[in-house]
């Protein structure tokens, strides 16, 4: 079993930066794929960046890419999402999630993700 908790969310100006933070417990970290998925009100949740378990691979829906950075610290057990150049348009509750395949890289659909934590709001003002 995989705990996952977010944290580094809030409130920013558009342009603006905040780091998303997930800690994890429960199981080895470092044999697994991570990833971000957000959900704003009214909208399906959708992939935002996924990090297989070595860190070397990382993948970004195109929304995000130039903006976003996911990266990993397999000793910290803690997957990070950096987002810098914020837009109101990224206003949603972000989640991470993890699964239960070794060595895997990350998968952008939201079916192949059994382990999520609670999310944390990020909200952008323009």
């Known amino acids: 079993q995989a705990q996952l908790a977010e944290s580094g969310g809030g409130l920013v100006q558009a342009g603006g930066s905040l780091r998303l933070s997930c800690a994890t417990s429960g199981r080895a970290f470092n044999r697994y794929a991570m990833a971000w998925f957000r959900q704003a009100p009214g909208k399906e949740r959708e992939f935002v960046a996924g990090i297989d378990w070595s860190g070397d691979n990382t993948d970004y829906a195109d929304f995000v890419k130039g903006r976003f950075t996911i990266s990993r610290d397999n000793a910290e057990k803690t997957v990070y999402l950096q987002m810098n150049s914020l837009k109101p348009e990224d206003t949603a509750v972000y989640s991470c999630?993890?699964?239960?395949?070794?060595?895997?890289?990350?998968?952008?659909?939201?079916?192949?993700?059994?382990?999520w934590g609670q999310g944390t709001q990020v909200t952008v003002s323009s």
């Open positions: 999630a993890t699964n239960s395949r070794l060595w895997a890289n990350s998968s952008r659909n939201v079916e192949e993700y059994n382990y």
